[in-house]
Nanobody
Framework: VQLQASGGGLVQAGGSLRLSCAAS????????MGWFRQAPGKGREWVSF????????DYVDSVKGRFTISRDSAQNTVYLHMNSLKPEDTAVYYC???????????????????WGQGTLVTVSS
């Protein structure tokens, strides 16, 4: 599986961006797709996942109500719609795939086996 993340850029606080994660190879053979982010000097943080079985989603508290994860199975693409962006959302965003089934495992970076290359999101104040 190869994952290609795109859509990052520079945006002012309050603005919006849409990140895309295009999968190729054994596309969506896993259980869920997730988005993570890593801010400068910080560890990798789980942001959201979408479960393949039923399309259920979850978000880290800091983005709830602002970010929405979605998928287009026909295009083998997962999106992260980011609204009301804040400077603290500045990070490199990564998409990844997991075979994990339990939702608790889908929040753990260690449970993801394929990762995209990352796309930089910079939110200016």
């Amino acid at each position: 599986v190869q994952l290609q993340a795109s859509g990052g850029g520079l945006v002012q606080a309050g603005g919006s961006l849409r990140l895309s994660c295009a999968a190729s190879g054994r596309t969506f053979s896993g259980s869920a797709m997730g988005w993570f982010r890593q801010a400068p000097g910080k560890g990798r943080e789980w942001v959201s996942f979408i479960h393949k079985r039923d399309g259920s989603t979850d978000y880290v508290d800091s983005v709830k109500g602002r970010f929405t994860i979605s998928r287009d199975s026909a295009q083998n693409t997962v999106y992260l719609h980011m609204n009301s962006l804040k400077p603290e959302d500045t990070a490199v965003y990564y998409c990844a795939r997991t075979e994990a089934h339990y939702y608790s495992d889908c929040r753990r970076p260690s449970r993801y086996d394929f990762w995209g290359q990352g796309t930089l999101v910079t939110v200016s104040s």
